[in-house]
């Protein structure tokens, strides 16, 4: 299913997409899928666990649901920027299944404190608004397992593009994932050659080849166009290290300058502050070693 087309007008930076009095029909629509940007948690991960939330605060910064052109689409996605500043170095945050809920656009806003030009798109649009969907199992039955790869990585171009028309950088650009994320970060990182860094957190290395997803980053270690750090769990019982060791092992056959860091005593989401899997030790190290790792690759 695609988007609607875009209303007749021309979106300017972090417009606020508030709904109008008197639209029309193809605007409401536009709107109301742009909307999907909302605020709290998506269902499946209530409740959450506040006690250990990071929350970042926005002053100082200029945060806004914005659309993004695609074609003749147009795609939600959270932005986060320093208030001043022009030519910023911009990092693509990719969610987890979750979509861009509250834990996505607080990491948009820790990198803009940092400086950055922060984007996460809202990469299931068209399949459905996981914000809704109550149960994990569900959500990846009727939206994850229906959204092409090739769908997602040239929605990826598109907000590398708009940033780079409202004040990023094209040269220096980054991408981050999180968990589903994670695996998106080593495909883009093997598909755009202006990604000067990739940081992985816990993303499936290897998994079932079909017309959606018809590579996965093991099968990508050899054709990775940027550096990637990828951030795992030692307890992570979705990702066995054994995938782990073999993505390893193909990236330094291929002599490519990736690292892959573990944590032995953590599980999967181990940087999720918001979820019982958190572990704060293993979260800490993994921002400050992404932190480096963009400044490391000039971005």
Known sequence: MSLP?????????FDSL?????????????????????????????????????RTDSSGLKTAT???PVGHEQLAAYCARPEKGAQLPTVLVVSEIFGVHEYIQDIC???????????APQLFTRQGDPATVDSIPKLMESIIAKVPDAQVLGDLDACAAWAAKHGGDPKRLAITGFCWGGRITWLYSAHNPAVRAGVAWYGRLVGNVGELTPKHPLDVASSLKTPVLGLYGGQDSGI????????????????????????PDAPHAFHADYRPSYRPDAAADGWQRLLAWLKQHGV
């Open 18 to 54: 508030v709904p109008a009095s008197g639209m029309d029909r193809r605007t409401f629509v536009t709107t109301a899928i742009a909307a999907t940007i909302g605020t709290g948690f998506a269902l499946a991960v209530q409740p959450v666990c506040a006690q250990t939330q990071i």
């Open 66 to 68: 914005i659309q993004v």
């Open 109 to 119: 806003r820790r990198l803009a404190r940092q400086g950055y030009l922060a984007i």
């Open 240 to 263: 066995p290290l054994e995938t782990v060791e073999k993505m390893r092992a193909a990236l330094k056959a291929a002599g490519n300058a990736s690292e892959i860091i573990v944590y």
């Open 5 to 13: 087309s875009p209303p007749p007008h021309t979106t300017p930076e």
